[in-house]
C-alpha cells in the first residue's frame, strides 16, 4: 500500500471527511514520526510496532567492483520493530 492508496483507504471509510483533510492528516502523522525520529526519539504504536534510530559505527568497507578497500562513514539509519499484535496476524494466530 502506497501513500495515496491510505488516504483513499481512509476518505472511503470516514465518509464525513473531506479528501484534502485526510491527505494532511496522513501527512502530519508521518511528519511527526519523522520528526522524533530526527531528534533520536523513538515512536512506538502499540500493537504495531515501534520506530526507533541506530547508530552504524564507522568501518572499512570494500568496492565490490575493484576489491578496493574504502571507508564507511559512521551513519544513523532507521529501524523498525514489530509489536505482538502484527507479528501475530503475520503468523495468523
Same mark, same amino acid.
Given at each position: 500500500?502506497? %501513500? /495515496?492508496? *491510505? $488516504?483513499? +483507504?481512509i476518505a472511503e471509510e470516514n465518509p464525513h471527511l473531506y479528501q484534502r483533510d485526510v491527505e494532511r492528516i496522513v501527512g502530519t502523522i508521518f511528519d511527526e514520526i519523522?520528526?522524533?525520529m530526527a531528534n533520536g526519539d523513538r $515512536?512506538?504504536?502499540?500493537g504495531?510496532?515501534?520506530? /526507533? $534510530?541506530k547508530k552504524r559505527d564507522?568501518?572499512?568497507g570494500r568496492n565490490p567492483r575493484t576489491g578496493e578497500a574504502v571507508p564507511v562513514e559512521? +551513519?544513523?539509519v532507521p !529501524? !523498525?520493530?514489530t509489536g505482538k *499484535? *502484527? %507479528?501475530?496476524? *503475520?503468523?495468523?494466530?
Open positions: 500500500m502506497i %501513500r /495515496s492508496e *491510505l $488516504v483513499d +483507504k519523522i520528526d522524533a $515512536v512506538e504504536l502499540r504495531f510496532g515501534a520506530f /526507533s $534510530v564507522a568501518r572499512r559512521e +551513519k544513523h !529501524f !523498525f520493530k *499484535l *502484527l %507479528r501475530d496476524r *503475520l503468523n495468523k494466530r
